[in-house]
């Protein structure tokens, strides 16, 4: 019998699945990974990684993990170290490592050639092209990318809501939403500073912004709006450089906790890049990232071989 984990690990959680013999027999959750000066992020993962691991009661013989992870280093020598706590946490199998939009895109796709646009708490698009190239757009991380993400939407809505009280910017229904979700706003942006998850804290207030922005107002509605546009162009750029010889019959998809709010992100980003791309076959994710890593170590890692590590003395993909 064989025994694999899967993992999708990003900012606001992270899901294992254990699987016995190719298939899914159980999956566990942990908390995300926490993004401050207070914290070191490879141990911050590799200690949710083995949170996961003994919700599922450290199951002995383990003998691969694929992680697809928000926080996977891109130096080579730190994306290793963190493999080895890994391994050291799970007793030592062979760890495929790499960015979540790898299991986002062969979760979303099957591995085949196209585009996929991932977007949570924070967003990347991944294209593969038809020699099995690789094309990446944003990725860059809450202070240099992410745009349209979970996390930008509600630094937009707290900006709106702290230009407000500030007398700089317009009235807005986010102010009330904003004191019903943390209570007293004065103090509210050091509050938010020297807490453990910032960018988690932050990413947490698109649940009420949607609500503010279904109820008609200007500003939230706004925010969506730009963040739609943002998803689109990004995932533009990926398209022409992965296809510039043109997209008909391209396929395309999306993944993420942001587009499950169909009304203000799925249904304006569909429609959106069917008109801007008419011959793209835009259609929904065949599974999630989770379900990317158990594909993976069922079929090999294929095209997404240069964007992964391999870590384990017998390692082989």
Same mark, same amino acid.
Do not use: K
């Given at each position: 019998m064989s025994l694999d984990l899967a993992v999708d690990g990003g900012q606001t959680n992270l899901r294992m699945a254990l699987v016995r013999d190719g298939v899914v027999a159980e999956i566990a959750h942990a908390g995300g990974f926490a993004y401050s000066g207070q914290t070191d992020l490879l141990d911050s993962v590799a200690d949710a990684v083995a949170e996961a691991f003994g919700a599922l009661g450290a199951p002995p013989g383990v003998e691969r993990v694929c992680l697809g992870l928000t926080a996977a280093p891109l130096q080579p020598d730190r994306r290793f170290r963190l493999a080895e706590r890994i391994?050291?946490?799970?007793? #030592?199998?062979?760890?495929?490592?790499?960015?979540?939009?790898?299991?986002?895109?062969?979760?979303?796709?099957?591995?085949?050639?196209?585009?996929?646009?991932?977007?949570?708490?924070?967003?990347?698009?991944?294209?593969?092209?038809?020699?099995?190239?690789?094309?990446? #757009?944003d990725g860059h991380g809450y202070l240099l990318g992410d745009s349209g993400s979970g996390f930008a939407v509600g630094r937009a809505a707290?900006?709106?809501?702290?230009?407000?009280?500030?007398?700089?910017?317009p009235a807005t229904a986010l102010t009330d939403a904003a004191r019903e979700a943390f209570g007293d706003l004065a103090g509210l942006s050091q509050r938010i500073y020297t807490s453990p998850a910032?960018?988690?804290?932050?990413?947490?207030?698109?649940?009420?912004?949607a609500a503010v922005a279904r109820a008609g107002d200007p500003v939230a509605r706004a925010i969506w709006s730009g963040a739609v546009d943002d998803l689109v162009a990004t995932t533009a750029a990926v398209l022409g450089r992965a296809f510039p010889g043109g997209v008909a019959e391209v396929p395309l998809s999306y993944t993420g906790g942001l587009f499950t709010i169909d009304d203000l992100v799925r249904r304006p980003f569909v429609s959106a890049v069917s008109d801007r791309f008419p011959g793209v076959l835009v259609h929904e994710p065949l599974g999630n990232p989770l379900d990317g890593a158990v594909r993976l170590l069922a079929d090999g890692l294929g095209p997404y071989t240069p964007l992964m590590l391999t870590a384990g003395s017998d390692a082989h993909v």
């Amino acid at each position: 019998m064989s025994l694999d984990l899967a993992v999708d690990g990003g900012q606001t959680n992270l899901r294992m699945a254990l699987v016995r013999d190719g298939v899914v027999a159980e999956i566990a959750h942990a908390g995300g990974f926490a993004y401050s000066g207070q914290t070191d992020l490879l141990d911050s993962v590799a200690d949710a990684v083995a949170e996961a691991f003994g919700a599922l009661g450290a199951p002995p013989g383990v003998e691969r993990v694929c992680l697809g992870l928000t926080a996977a280093p891109l130096q080579p020598d730190r994306r290793f170290r963190l493999a080895e706590r890994i391994r050291d946490r799970l007793g #030592g199998p062979e760890v495929w490592l790499g960015p979540d939009m790898v299991t986002a895109h062969a979760g979303a796709l099957g591995g085949a050639a196209g585009v996929v646009t991932t977007a949570g708490t924070g967003v990347v698009c991944l294209g593969i092209d038809a020699e099995g190239g690789s094309h990446q #757009g944003d990725g860059h991380g809450y202070l240099l990318g992410d745009s349209g993400s979970g996390f930008a939407v509600g630094r937009a809505a707290l900006r709106a809501v702290m230009a407000e009280r500030d007398g700089r910017g317009p009235a807005t229904a986010l102010t009330d939403a904003a004191r019903e979700a943390f209570g007293d706003l004065a103090g509210l942006s050091q509050r938010i500073y020297t807490s453990p998850a910032p960018v988690r804290i932050v990413a947490s207030c698109t649940s009420w912004v949607a609500a503010v922005a279904r109820a008609g107002d200007p500003v939230a509605r706004a925010i969506w709006s730009g963040a739609v546009d943002d998803l689109v162009a990004t995932t533009a750029a990926v398209l022409g450089r992965a296809f510039p010889g043109g997209v008909a019959e391209v396929p395309l998809s999306y993944t993420g906790g942001l587009f499950t709010i169909d009304d203000l992100v799925r249904r304006p980003f569909v429609s959106a890049v069917s008109d801007r791309f008419p011959g793209v076959l835009v259609h929904e994710p065949l599974g999630n990232p989770l379900d990317g890593a158990v594909r993976l170590l069922a079929d090999g890692l294929g095209p997404y071989t240069p964007l992964m590590l391999t870590a384990g003395s017998d390692a082989h993909v």
